[in-house]
């Protein structure tokens, strides 16, 4: 994984645990078609999904209060 990515992996666990969330990571070079179905534009990526349907995505993690915003919105939306 690169080095954005792994800064961005653990910025995520800090906010999943703080939330008490799962979430699954991925390499993105072994989904190809992954990247295709969802137009995946960048990575790291975080796709947030309600029901089975994409409903969210977030290419940039800019820090942990950040993404404790999008996730607090994701979760009480």
């Known amino acids: ?3 954005t ?7 995520l666990s800090v906010v999943a645990e703080a939330k ?3 979430y699954e990571r991925i ?8 990247i295709e179905y969802y137009q ?3 990575a790291p990526a975080l796709l947030l999904f309600k029901n ?5 995505e977030v290419y940039a993690f800019q820090s942990v ?3 404790n ?3 607090e919105e994701f979760l009480f939306d």
């Open 52 to 56: 089975g349907e994409l409903v969210k």
């Open 5 to 11: 990515c792994d800064i961005s992996e653990t910025m």
């Open 20 to 22: 008490q969330i799962s």
């Open 27 to 34: 390499n993105l070079n072994f989904y190809t078609r992954l």
């Open 69 to 71: 915003e999008v996730l």
């Open 65 to 67: 209060p950040y993404l």
């Open 1 to 3: 994984m690169c080095k």
């Open 40 to 42: 995946i534009r960048s």
